[in-house]
């Protein structure tokens, strides 16, 4: 019998599982009104970062004092700064509005392609808070001077603010999470804007901001290594796949029942990531035995499914996450088994590391990341 639907879609609410230590962490301290702590969410893709960010906002829309506005970079489509303002702009203020606590009726976006000259006229017969009141106006000229070629270099600077301005006036706390985050360094002079953005944070006593990304470099490179913007600004958290408890939690919930051996094959496969374990639930509905459910997902889902990813590697990479799926751990058996000398397979495997589908295991021993991948490798291996 199935409880609940599984979901591709980030889980919130009745649909998540686990990690409740850290949902509690976070949850505490974004209420807290008189910290200023943010966090920094990173791991692997697909491991639930977008679901835990969604559940705390969802956990924290119960507090009137505390308002959340969510943004992920990858809605900002032309990856210009100027873009990332207004989207900012629009998730801050859209979040004060949802929560009654500015009086516009207007959707933002609207306002935003709305002549000037009535915007300042329809906000001066509203009953808004005059710093609220000036600070849209101000982001209007400047997206105004914007329109006309003009330098609006503070835009952005203020478009960040818009959040600390709501919340003083509010007396509220403003919490801004941006979600792929490691985005922003793809946009023109992205790390200048890092730096601006975290020269800005620190002047502000309203607001947290909590970022996340699954890009193991670049959030190094902006939030964890010393002399990066944030570092220290915010607290780092590593989202892991789930434990075996959880996967059997998840099994729990999502089907009613659970048989603990069933748990720990599923677990040992799929390497308790979330997004495997609702992909798996999707296509077989877990009906059959485990053995047979994980080849019907691997040969049904698998050749679609893995076969992109797989496509996404070079010839040569091709041929050393065969080898270490088939069993090679490492530089001399990879380089024996795909027949190319050492050096080549380490100038290969930095890239594999720093994109994640290689970790290390010990020293100079080496393992894919991802099970389920490494199963289905293995197993087109031998076909
Ligand atoms: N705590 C959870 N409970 C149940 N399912 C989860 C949980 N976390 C994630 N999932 C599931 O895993 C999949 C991926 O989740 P999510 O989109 O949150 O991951 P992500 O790390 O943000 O991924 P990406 O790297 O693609 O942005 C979704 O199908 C989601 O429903
Ligand atoms: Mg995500």
Same mark, same amino acid.
């Given at each position: 019998?199935?409880?609940?639907?599984?979901?591709?879609?980030?889980?919130?609410?009745?649909?998540?599982?686990?990690?409740? $230590?850290?949902?509690?962490?976070?949850?505490?301290?974004?209420?807290?009104?008189?910290?200023?702590?943010?966090?920094?969410?990173?791991?692997?893709?697909?491991?639930? +970062?977008?679901?835990?960010?969604?559940?705390?906002?969802?956990?924290?829309? +119960?507090?009137?004092?505390?308002?959340?506005?969510?943004?992920?970079?990858?809605?900002?489509?032309?990856?210009?700064? $100027?873009?990332?303002?207004?989207?900012?702009?629009?998730?801050?203020?859209?979040?004060? #509005?949802?929560?009654?606590?500015?009086?516009?009726?207007?959707?933002?976006?609207?306002?935003?392609?709305?002549?000037?000259?009535?915007?300042?006229?329809?906000?001066?017969?509203?009953?808004?808070?005059?710093?609220?009141?000036?600070?849209?106006?101000?982001?209007?000229?400047? +997206?105004?001077?914007?329109?006309?070629?003009?330098?609006?270099?503070?835009?952005?600077?203020?478009?960040?603010?818009?959040?600390?301005?709501?919340?003083?006036?509010?007396?509220?706390?403003?919490?801004?999470?941006?979600?792929?985050?490691?985005?922003?360094?793809?946009?023109?002079?992205?790390?200048?804007?890092?730096?601006?953005?975290?020269? #800005?944070?620190?002047?502000?006593?309203? =607001?947290?901001?909590?970022?996340?990304?699954?890009?193991?470099?670049?959030?190094?490179?902006?939030?964890?290594?010393?002399?990066?913007?944030?570092?220290?600004?915010?607290?780092?958290?590593?989202?892991?796949?789930?434990?075996? +408890?959880?996967?059997?939690?998840?099994?729990?919930?999502?089907?009613?029942?659970?048989?603990?051996?069933?748990?720990?094959?599923?677990?040992?496969?799929?390497?308790?990531?979330?997004?495997?374990? #609702?992909?798996?639930?999707?296509?077989?509905?877990?009906?059959?035995?485990?053995?047979?459910?994980?080849?019907?997902?691997?040969? #049904?889902?698998?050749?679609?499914?893995?076969?992109?990813?797989?496509?996404?590697?070079?010839?040569?990479?091709?041929?050393?996450?065969?080898?270490? $799926?088939?069993?090679?751990?490492?530089?001399?058996?990879?380089?024996?088994?795909?027949?190319?000398?050492?050096?080549?397979?380490?100038?290969?495997?930095?890239?594999?590391?720093?994109?994640?589908?290689?970790?290390?295991?010990?020293?100079? =021993?080496?393992?894919?990341?991802?099970?389920?991948?490494?199963?289905?490798?293995?197993?087109?291996?031998?076909?």
């Amino acid at each position: 019998m199935e409880h609940t639907d599984f979901v591709l879609t980030p889980a919130i609410g009745k649909n998540f599982v686990g990690r409740r $230590a850290l949902i509690d962490e976070l949850v505490k301290e974004l209420a807290d009104r008189r910290s200023h702590i943010g966090f920094c969410l990173y791991g692997r893709r697909r491991v639930g +970062k977008t679901s835990m960010l969604m559940e705390t906002k969802h956990l924290l829309a +119960k507090n009137d004092n505390v308002i959340v506005a969510y943004l992920s970079l990858y809605d900002v489509a032309d990856l210009s700064s $100027a873009t990332f303002s207004e989207e900012l702009i629009n998730a801050v203020i859209t979040a004060y #509005q949802e929560k009654g606590l500015v009086p516009l009726k207007m959707r933002i976006r609207d306002l935003i392609s709305t002549p000037l000259s009535v915007v300042g006229e329809l906000l001066k017969n509203l009953k808004i808070e005059t710093t609220i009141a000036e600070h849209i106006k101000l982001m209007l000229e400047y +997206k105004d001077a914007r329109d006309k070629g003009k330098n609006y270099s503070d835009y952005v600077r203020q478009a960040f603010n818009t959040g600390q301005v709501l919340a003083n006036a509010t007396r509220t706390k403003c919490i801004i999470i941006l979600d792929e985050f490691p985005e922003i360094t793809k946009f023109e002079n992205g790390l200048q804007l890092v730096k601006m953005l975290r020269t #800005q944070y620190e002047l502000q006593d309203k =607001t947290a901001i909590v970022i996340s990304g699954s890009i193991k470099k670049t959030i190094e490179v902006v939030a964890l290594s010393e002399g990066s913007p944030f570092y220290k600004q915010l607290i780092p958290k590593h989202i892991l796949p789930f434990t075996e +408890k959880e996967t059997e939690e998840f099994l729990k919930l999502y089907l009613g029942k659970v048989d603990k051996n069933e748990v720990h094959r599923l677990y040992g496969v799929t390497g308790g990531l979330p997004f495997y374990l #609702q992909f798996i639930g999707r296509s077989t509905k877990y009906s059959g035995s485990i053995e047979s459910i994980i080849n019907t997902f691997v040969d #049904q889902e698998g050749d679609l499914f893995f076969h992109a990813e797989f496509e996404k590697l070079s010839e040569k990479e091709k041929l050393i996450v065969t080898s270490l $799926a088939k069993g090679a751990s490492n530089l001399t058996e990879i380089a024996k088994d795909i027949n190319e000398p050492t050096t080549t397979v380490g100038r290969y495997l930095p890239t594999l590391l720093n994109e994640d589908i290689v970790e290390k295991e010990s020293r100079g =021993t080496y393992l894919l990341s991802d099970k389920l991948f490494s199963y289905w490798l293995k197993k087109r291996a031998a076909r």
